[in-house]
Nanobody
Framework: VQLQESGPGLVKPSQTLSLTCTVS????????WSWIRQPPGKGLEWIGT???????YYSPSLKSRTSILRDTSKNQFTLQLSSVTPEDTAVYYC?????????????????????WGHGTQVTVSS
């Protein structure tokens, strides 16, 4: 399976960041699909997950600003992060895991992702 992120590399503060992950070689109606990010100089941070069933769950710290949508006809899932600030500057990755888990498992890094996109740099700046 291959994952490819796409979207703008520069977003202005207070705007909505929108990234799309296009999946090939596998269907998003199976497995679990997530967005994670890595801010400069920091570790990986889980943002949210859409399950094969369409159910979504999000990091509590980002939940109020996050939506993950999916388009099964295009085999894509999209991250929307609203009201961005410079602290949202990061490399954003879309990833897959075959087993799923509770949100706590994603938050604490217990989930093993077996497929990764290359990542896309998003900078929040005016």
């Amino acid at each position: 399976v291959q994952l490819q992120e796409s979207g703008p590399g520069l977003v202005k503060p207070s705007q909505t960041l929108s990234l799309t992950c296009t999946v090939s070689g596998g269907s998003i109606t199976t497995n679990y699909w997530s967005w994670i990010r890595q801010p400069p100089g920091k570790g990986l941070e889980w943002i949210g997950t859409v399950a094969y069933s369409g159910i979504t769950y999000y990091s509590p710290s980002l939940k109020s600003r996050t939506s993950i949508l999916r388009d099964t006809s295009k085999n894509q899932f999209t991250l929307q992060l609203s009201s961005v600030t410079p602290e949202d500057t990061a490399v954003y990755y879309c990833v897959r895991d075959p087993k799923g888990g509770y949100p706590f498992d994603y938050e604490t890094g217990r989930i093993e992702f077996d497929s990764w996109g290359h990542g896309t740099q998003v900078t929040v700046s005016s």
